[in-house]
């Protein structure tokens, strides 16, 4: 590779050295084909490389569909019922889990709502430990949580409640949002 090196910039030389003989046009035409054999030689082209990588994407997003006050019993998942984005399929609202298809940094958030003078408390998960708290207070109020998190293939985060029972609160503007995407 060395001695290839050399021999073309010996070359190119010697049509420097020929410049006031030779035509302009001519001369740019050879320097190209100089560095075209070069390039062929190292295995790559004097093209600008592109890229043919496809890249992954995994995002969900989903909101809770009742217009009311829903009771959540002791340590129950939150089932964020309505589905906005899924690329992945890692989301299933069946169950409220987001099981992560794909090893890597992922940003997972959640904003729940309480009901008028009612508390809700929750938790972020990630297998069956809590990572970030959420308590939006009494009485119409949102709590939210975000967090970077490195996660493994098969990992699953959902948001629990707390303990006992406790309301949240539920209407068409969907308040209440799980969400989550591959940084990468």
């Known amino acids: 590779m060395f001695r290839t090196s050399v021999i073309a910039l010996m070359i190119w030389a010697q049509m420097v050295k020929v410049e006031s003989t030779c035509d302009s046009e001519l001369q740019n035409g050879l320097f190209q084909d100089l560095l075209n054999m070069m390039m062929k030689i190292k295995g790559s082209s004097s093209e600008p490389s592109k890229c043919n990588c496809k890249k992954i994407v995994i995002a969900f997003t989903a909101s809770l569909s009742t217009t009311k006050a829903i009771a959540i019993g002791s340590h129950a998942v939150v089932k964020f019922d309505i589905v906005w984005t899924n690329e992945g399929k890692g989301y299933d609202p ?62 699953r985060v959902y948001i629990k409640h707390r303990s006992g029972t406790e ?18």
Not at 103 to 123: E, N
């Open 94 to 155: 069946y169950s409220g889990i987001f099981i992560v298809p794909m090893k890597g940094f992922y940003q997972i958030s959640a904003t729940t709502m309480s009901p008028r003078g009612k508390y809700f408390h929750s938790y972020l998960m990630k297998n069956n430990e809590t990572t970030v708290g959420m308590y939006p207070g009494a009485g119409y109020h949102t709590g939210s949580a975000n967090i970077v998190l490195q996660l493994m293939k098969g990992d």
């Open 167 to 184: 309301e949240i609160y539920s209407d068409g503007a969907h308040w209440n949002m799980f969400s989550g995407f591959l940084i990468s």
